[in-house]
């Protein structure tokens, strides 16, 4: 008997690019036996009202969301969750009963490391002012840190951020007096191409006694991580963060927890070509 998968997911973005989403939910679905197919769905701007129509029509049970959509979709959308409410993003569709409902599960994606650490620094410095950095910082509050700080090369988007979510703001320049704690890079500094050779944080401001967090996880060690590892700061990579996310989906759509282990190695092999993949 053929295999005919009956569960349609996928994701939505323009342009999509190269995205890990589609090997790691299929790979799951695989895992669990379910008979579930994971598309890439490359949709234009103009289409996000008729795109929504066909997760209503063709009953799509799943979706992650990527730019330019993560605004646009909560208007089609029954319910938005607090998180996704505060980011001011949603990056996943799911169904509860009967509703539709956008959340952003890159809140839960960010803090899934650090709630592994033992002993989190009390205070923490969000370099960037995006949609990541608006992640992080919420995903910070839910830790209950004593100090957050945001910096940004556009001091007014730190400053809009900071009000939105009643934390601090320091000046680009003098961002590194205050990288003793949790230091997130929520900029592409460091990623793979043009920003490659760049740091957020200028070498040895981030040592002994920080956690370096960098949300670009290709290279798998940017010079940001490189540096403060070499200064004496503890390290959590961007990969933990797209995992912790792409866990957070599977569970909202089948309530299962995909296997830690398994899945980090499958995108360690397909990014780094690290293993085999098993
Ligand atoms: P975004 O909305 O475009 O924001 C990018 C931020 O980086 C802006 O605040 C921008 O500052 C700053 N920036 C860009 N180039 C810079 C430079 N040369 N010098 C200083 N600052 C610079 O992007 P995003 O969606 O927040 O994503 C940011 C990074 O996080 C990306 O690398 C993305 O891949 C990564 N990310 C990772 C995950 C994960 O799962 N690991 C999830 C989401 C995002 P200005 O305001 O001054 O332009």
């Given at each position: ?182 230091v997130?890079n929520?900029?592409?500094?460091g ?8 740091s ?6 981030v ?5 370096a967090y960098d949300?670009v996880y290709?290279p798998h060690e940017t010079v940001f991580l490189r540096d403060a590892a070499a200064?004496?700061a503890r390290t959590v990579t961007g ?40």
């Amino acid at each position: 008997m053929p295999f005919l998968p009956s569960r349609l997911f996928g994701i939505i973005g323009h342009p999509l690019g190269h995205s890990l989403s589609p090997l790691l939910h299929n790979w799951g679905f695989g895992h669990f036996g379910l008979p579930g197919v994971y598309m890439a769905w490359p949709v234009a701007a103009g289409r996000v009202a008729d795109f929504m129509t066909a997760v209503r029509v063709l009953g799509i049970e799943g979706v992650s969301v990527t730019i330019p959509h993560k605004a646009a979709v909560m208007a089609f959308v029954d319910e938005v969750t607090d998180r996704a409410r505060a980011v001011g993003a949603v990056n996943t569709l799911f169904w509860r009963g009967g509703r539709l409902c956008g959340e952003n599960t890159d809140v839960a994606g960010f803090v899934a490391p650090l709630r592994g650490m033992g002993d989190l620094p009390g205070t923490a410095l969000v370099v960037g002012g995006g949609g990541a950095a608006r992640a992080a910082v919420a995903g910070l509050k839910e830790l209950g840190l004593t100090e957050i700080l945001m910096t940004n090369r556009t001091a007014a988007k730190a400053e809009t951020l900071a009000r939105d979510f009643g934390v601090g703001c320091v000046a680009w320049e003098t961002r590194a007096e205050r990288a003793g704690g949790l230091v997130v890079n929520a900029t592409p500094l460091g990623m793979l191409g043009k920003n490659e050779g760049l740091s957020p944080m200028p070498t040895g401001s981030v040592g002994a006694g920080a956690v370096a967090y960098d949300l670009v996880y290709n290279p798998h060690e940017t010079v940001f991580l490189r540096d403060a590892a070499a200064a004496g700061a503890r390290t959590v990579t961007g990969l933990e963060m797209f995992f912790g996310q792409a866990v957070e989906q599977f569970r909202l759509w089948t309530g299962l927890e995909l296997p830690r282990q398994e899945g980090m190695a499958l995108l360690r092999a397909a990014l780094y070509g690290e293993g085999d993949g098993a």
